[in-house]
C-alpha cells in the first residue's frame, strides 16, 4: 500500500510540475511579443522620416520657382544648396527604408512570417528575412549607401587647395569605392 501510495504521490507532483513548467514555457515564449514595441516604433518611425524628407522636398522645389530669374551668382549658390538638399532627401528616404526594412524584419524573426509577402510573387526579396544575420547583412548595407550619400553631400562642398588635400579627398573616394566593393562582393555570396 505503500508503494501504491508513494506512485500516486510521485505522479501527482510529475503532473504539478508539468503543469508548472508548461505555463512557464508558454509565458516565456508568449514574451516575445514585447518586441511589438519595437516593431511598432520603428514603423512610426519611418513613417516620421519619409514625411519630414518628403516636405524638405516640397520645399527644395518650391525654392526653384524663381531660378530662372536670378543672376549668375544667384542660379549658381541655389544650385549647389539643391544638389546637397536632394543629397539630403537621398539620406532621409533611405533612413526611413532602414527602419521599414527593421520593422518588418523584427516581426519576421520574432512574431510571425509575413503570409502575404510571401504569396506576392512581385514582392521585393529585400523585404523579406530569415535570420539575424540577414537582417544586419540587409541593414549594413543601406547604412553603407547612407554613408556614401553623406560624404557626396559633404564632398560637393569640398574645394581642395592644396595637394595633401587633394590626396586625402582621392583616398576618401578609394575608401568608399572600396566599401561599395566588398559590399557587392558579399552579397554575390548569398
Known amino acids: 500500500m505503500s508503494d501504491n501510495h508513494e506512485d500516486i504521490s510521485k505522479t501527482t ?6 503543469v508548472g513548467e508548461r505555463v512557464f514555457e508558454s509565458a516565456l515564449w508568449n514574451s516575445r511579443f514585447v518586441v511589438l514595441i519595437a516593431v511598432v516604433a520603428s514603423l512610426l518611425t519611418a513613417f516620421a522620416v519619409f514625411y519630414t524628407t518628403a516636405i524638405d522636398v516640397y520645399y527644395t522645389i518650391s525654392h526653384l520657382s524663381n531660378y530662372h530669374s536670378l543672376d549668375d551668382a544667384g542660379r549658381a549658390l541655389l544650385k549647389s544648396q539643391t544638389v546637397a538638399h536632394v543629397v539630403g532627401a537621398v539620406d532621409g528616404f533611405l533612413l526611413g527604408a532602414i527602419m521599414l526594412i527593421f520593422s518588418l524584419g ?5 512574431i510571425s512570417k509575413i503570409d502575404i509577402a510571401e504569396g506576392d510573387k512581385g514582392a521585393s526579396k529585400i523585404l523579406m528575412i530569415n535570420s539575424l544575420d540577414d537582417l544586419k547583412d540587409k541593414l549594413a548595407k543601406v ?8 560624404f557626396f553631400e559633404q ?7 592644396e595637394p595633401l588635400e587633394l590626396l586625402y579627398y582621392a583616398l576618401a573616394i ?5 566599401a561599395l566593393y566588398l ?8
Open 13 to 18: 507532483e510529475h503532473k504539478v510540475q508539468g
Open 106 to 110: 523584427l516581426y519576421e524573426l520574432f
Open 143 to 150: 547604412i553603407i549607401m547612407i554613408l556614401i550619400v553623406m
Open 155 to 161: 564632398a560637393i562642398f569640398l574645394k581642395p587647395t
Open 174 to 178: 578609394m575608401m568608399v569605392s572600396l
Open 183 to 190: 559590399s557587392h562582393m558579399s552579397s554575390s555570396k548569398h
